[in-house]
């Protein structure tokens, strides 16, 4: 029989009215004779609550704490569902990442999934029953609970489904897909029919949350055809899988911005060989994920170094690079986390010329200053003002053309 995974993101599972309507919808797709794996997510906003609350109690939250802490929220989705679909008669169990057999790697608030046992939501498929699965957890190595760090139910519903060779996994949420843009900053965005795993793999990079980065990734690599699509009205939503090779690509197929990122400046730093390696290999094994970095030109033998990394790791980015400087020669250590990227994202840019000067262009009309920039072969992002960085979503959406 066909199986389809269904993740049901924290609005979808909102409150009770919502978890009885996504019970409804799960009992149909069953009825219609599919199997169907549900992962759910913490309802509404209890993982920022449950964080808040960490932080009331103390300033200090050792990691492993935070996570046993954290992966409690998906718990409650997961029993609530399945009571909601024994109302309507549907055989459903409800399992924690660790019961699922999710591994990952030792990584407390980021874990990496490094293998899907999933025999017990086999069984459970095998008798008939809907698996019910909290989102966004797993079981360590070191066998402690993990959690796979912000959004992360889209990837265990998409590495559950490579794992059990799902047809496709739908990822039901507040919006109707994926759209041009943010819909709740560029409310003309338009909702996208068709994107490539290579196009969706830049948008979540670059600040697009409907789906998390990791969980693109994994579904590109393991080809599993997503659907993002809308839990308050289920129509027919967005289509994320490999690229068409006959179809045109969109120069501009989207503009995404993204605010949870903080710049971090070394000054002064000697112009040798090897510097640059030791502080970013330094950064990597306090597991900090470094996105943009620039490095100017050289004045009187000395250099400064700019990059960004997640407001998160702000703190430990900075002890890092405070430890290193006076060793290496180096300068003060400056932090600004009053910045956000905006970048543009379509496949068609590789054989357009002239998009980043007209991206350029269209930032200075809105007097917005680029701070710095980075790019691959299919974007383009600007790191800008805080404060700046709405206004240039709504003027590149507008100055590309991509309302519908
Ligand atoms: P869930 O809780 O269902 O996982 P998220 O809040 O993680 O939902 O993701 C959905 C949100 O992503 C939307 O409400 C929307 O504001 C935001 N979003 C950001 N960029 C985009 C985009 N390009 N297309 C659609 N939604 C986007
Ligand atoms: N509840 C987690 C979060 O808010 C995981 C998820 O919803 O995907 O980040
Ligand atoms: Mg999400």
């Given at each position: ?25 799960v ?16 309802m ?42 024994a ?37 459970a ?14 079981v ?55 994107v ?56 501009v ?26 502080l ?9 994920n ?15 170094i ?5 407001k ?5 980015s ?87």
């Open positions: 029989m066909s199986l389809v995974v269904q993740k049901f993101g924290g609005t979808s599972v909102g409150d009770a009215d919502r978890i009885r309507a996504v019970a409804d919808h009992a149909r797709t069953r009825r219609a004779g599919r199997d169907v794996l549900v992962v759910v997510s913490a509404g906003k209890t993982t920022d609550d449950l964080l808040r609350l960490a932080g009331d109690v103390s300033s200090v939250q050792p990691p492993r704490e935070l996570d046993m802490l954290l992966t409690s929220g998906e718990r409650v989705s997961m029993a609530l569902l399945c009571m909601a679909l109302e309507l008669g549907v055989e459903a169990v409800s399992f924690t990442g660790s019961q699922a057999g999710i591994i990952t790697d030792a990584t407390h608030t980021k874990a990496k999934i490094v293998e899907v046992r999933g025999d017990r939501l086999r069984e498929l095998a008798a008939g029953k809907v698996p019910v699965v909290a989102g966004f957890q797993g360590s190595t070191d066998r402690d609970v993990t959690t796979l760090g912000r959004g992360g139910s889209d990837t265990t519903a998409v590495a559950l489904a490579a794992s059990l060779s799902a047809d496709a996994c739908e990822i039901y949420t507040d919006v109707t897909g994926v759209f041009s843009a943010d819909p709740r900053i560029v409310p003309e965005a338009r909702r996208l029919a068709r490539s795993f290579e196009e969706m793999l830049e948008i979540a990079a670059s600040g697009g949350r409907v789906l998390a980065l990791r969980s693109v990734e994994f579904a590109r690599n393991h080809h599993v055809p997503l659907h993002v699509r809308s839990s308050f009205t289920w129509e027919p939503g967005t289509w994320v899988s490999e690229e068409d090779p006959l179809m045109e690509q969109a120069v197929t989207a503009v995404t911005h993204d605010a949870s990122e903080a710049k971090v400046t070394v000054t002064g730093v000697p112009d040798r060989p090897g510097l640059a390696a030791r970013f290999r330094a950064l990597a094994e306090r597991n900090v470094v996105d943009t970095i620039v490095q100017n030109i050289s004045l009187h033998g000395t250099t400064d700019s990059f960004t990394v997640p998160v790791d702000l703190a430990a900075l002890e890092v690079a405070r430890d290193l400087a006076p060793g290496i020669g180096a300068g003060e250590v400056l932090s600004d986390d009053d910045v956000a990227k905006v970048s543009i994202v379509g496949a068609g840019m590789r054989s357009h010329p002239g998009i980043s000067a007209k991206m350029f262009e269209v930032l200075a009309q809105q007097g917005v200053n680029i701070e710095m920039i980075s790019t691959s072969s299919i974007r383009i992002s600007c790191v800008v003002r805080a404060g700046a960085v709405e206004s240039a979503v709504q003027a590149l959406h507008e100055a590309f053309d991509l309302a519908g």
